[in-house]
């Protein structure tokens, strides 16, 4: 079935064709079509995957954290206002993923596969939903 950006390039190319003034055919959802490719795009590109303790970047959005290895420490930064970012434990152990604020103590855990925290910066801590 392929990836979802190789999906989204599916569904892009398919519009292409519909759309084209040559074929007589016009699309009225151009634009939002337009929109949801762009909001896919957007998704896939901050997405992060690793297997060690991990410090985010700017351009992280979502971060799946392999912790079959050992426990993980993702370590989030307070210093400035920021965007949301979502951090997911990926693997089935039953390593913990702890999520801090600048290195230190542990604000959050997940524990098992599939838990996700959401955390924004806001200058002076974490907030978390």
Same mark, same amino acid.
């Given at each position: 079935m392929g990836t979802i950006s190789d999906q989204a390039a599916a569904v892009f190319r398919n519009y292409n064709t519909l759309n084209n003034p040559s074929s007589g055919v016009y699309n009225p959802d151009k634009d939002l079509i337009i929109a949801l490719l762009a909001l896919i795009d957007a998704m896939l590109t901050g997405q992060? /995957?690793?297997?060690? /303790?991990?410090?985010?970047?700017? *351009? #992280?959005?979502?971060?799946?954290? #392999?912790? *079959?290895?050992?426990?993980?420490?993702? %370590?989030?930064?307070v210093s400035r206002q920021s965007f949301q970012r979502t951090i997911v434990k990926a693997d089935n152990?039953? /390593?913990?993923?702890?999520? %801090?604020?600048?290195?230190a103590t542990p604000l959050r855990t997940l524990t098992v596969q599939g838990a996700s925290q959401n955390v924004t910066p806001n200058g002076s801590s974490l907030d978390f939903s």
């Open positions: 992060t /995957n690793v297997s060690g /303790n991990y410090a985010l970047t700017d *351009s #992280d959005r979502l971060v799946r954290v #392999d912790a *079959s290895g050992g426990a993980r420490t993702v %370590t989030v930064a152990s039953t /390593n913990e993923v702890i999520i %801090t604020a600048d290195g």
